[in-house]
């Protein structure tokens, strides 16, 4: 079976940092392109950042550019968010995400196979 189990959410004050886990399973990160896409509270989904298959390309919405930042450890079959410079509009539960394709935008959404469970991230004074 194909899972993503996210982890590494929580409360930060604004202008600080987190870094987010994502542990694959069912499938080595050579398999998919993965990324990580976020829903704020009545919001719509929106995408985050994606890295490739090989881990040579990664994309950021605009949004996070420059303070985010996506990599990965083959050996462990995990991905990462180190999210610096926090603001209360980066509040959302963070899902990561595996597929043929990855785009931080919403039409990408189609080219993903499997989706975590999310985790809260709530930036907050």
């Known amino acids: 079976q194909l899972q993503l189990v996210e982890s590494g959410g929580g409360l930060v004050q604004p202008g600080g940092s987190l870094r987010l886990s994502c542990a694959a399973s069912?499938?080595?990160?050579?398999?998919?392109?993965m990324g990580w896409f976020r829903q704020a509270p009545g919001k719509e989904r929106e995408g985050v950042s994606c890295?490739?298959?090989?881990?040579?390309?990664?994309t950021y919405a605009d949004s996070v550019k420059g303070r985010f930042t996506i990599s990965r450890d083959v050996a462990k079959n995990t991905i990462y968010l180190q999210m610096n410079g926090l603001k209360p509009e980066d509040t959302a539960v963070y899902y990561c995400?595996?597929?043929?394709?990855?785009?931080?935008?919403?039409?990408?959404?189609?080219?993903?196979?499997?989706w975590g469970q999310g985790t809260l991230v709530t930036v907050s004074s």
């Open positions: 069912g499938f080595t990160l050579d398999d998919y392109a």
């Open positions: 890295i490739s298959s090989t881990g040579y390309t990664t």
């Open positions: 995400v595996a597929g043929p394709r990855c785009r931080p935008t919403v039409e990408s959404q189609k080219y993903l196979k499997v």
